[in-house]
């Protein structure tokens, strides 16, 4: 159980166009997603954290408008990165926890396979 | 807010032999500490964890520690082998909030 899917696993872009990456909880209903960006040879960075039905949480120094996060069911997550650019070229992690606060809430995170994205 | 410090950031062992990766954390509010394992291009796999009501917790031929005084806890892998060989991620979270995660162990058992 606790399967977490990502949706491409790479992906190659012009630079200036958007790319959208799926994550999915194939087992579980997901109450809260986190996606992290992590670059060559560095740790996780937690960009964003979101909840089913509302509006994500951004971490500071990461740019809303142009890292969108959707979480519209309990199963799946999208990140959009809009007008892409060489820089933004990364692994994108996404991650699930299940559960709610009271009723079994458990913080363990779940991760996906990750999502290798190039901006030419 | 946490700070967590993984050592060492690279640690070779000859196949057979145990591994040991520290972690620090500076919350003492800090409750779940888990140790996740990611091999080259894929996402991180959780190996173990433990809560801060419980000292020590072992799967097989991996075992964490935790230290609440000294805010540490610590990974050991026995009896390491070949497909061990990748890089260890520490974290510590408190109640609800996200994982603060050290910079990584990369482990290299050699056969």
């Known amino acids: 159980g606790a399967v977490v899917s990502q949706h491409p696993s790479r992906v190659i872009c012009k630079s200036g166009t958007s790319v959208k990456i799926e994550c999915r909880s194939l087992d579980f209903q997901a109450t809260t997603m986190f996606w992290y960006r992590q670059f060559p040879k560095q740790s996780l960075m937690l960009m964003a954290t979101s909840n089913e039905g509302s509006k994500a949480t951004y971490e500071q120094g990461v740019e809303k408008d142009k890292f969108l996060i959707n979480h519209a069911s309990l199963t799946l997550s999208t990140l959009t990165v809009t007008s892409a650019h060489p820089e933004d070229s990364s692994f994108y992690i996404c991650s699930a926890s299940r559960g709610l606060p009271g009723v079994g809430f458990t913080n363990e995170q779940f991760f996906g396979p990750g999502t290798r994205l190039t901006v030419l | 807010g946490e700070n967590v410090e993984q050592h060492p950031s690279t640690l070779s062992v000859q196949e057979g032999d145990s591994a040991v990766i520290k972690c620090t954390y500076s919350d003492s509010a800090s409750n779940y500490f888990p140790w996740y394992k990611q091999e080259l291009g894929k996402g991180p796999q959780l190996i173990i964890d433990i809560r801060s009501n419980v000292g020590e917790k072992k799967d097989q031929r991996i075992a964490v520690t935790l230290n609440k005084t000294a805010k540490h806890f610590s990974l050991h892998i026995t009896e390491t082998q070949p497909e061990d060989s990748a890089v260890y991620f520490c974290?510590?979270?408190?109640?609800?909030?996200?994982?603060?995660f050290g910079k990584g162990t990369m482990l290299l058992v050699s056969p």
């Open positions: 974290a510590a979270s408190r109640g609800y909030s996200t994982l603060t």
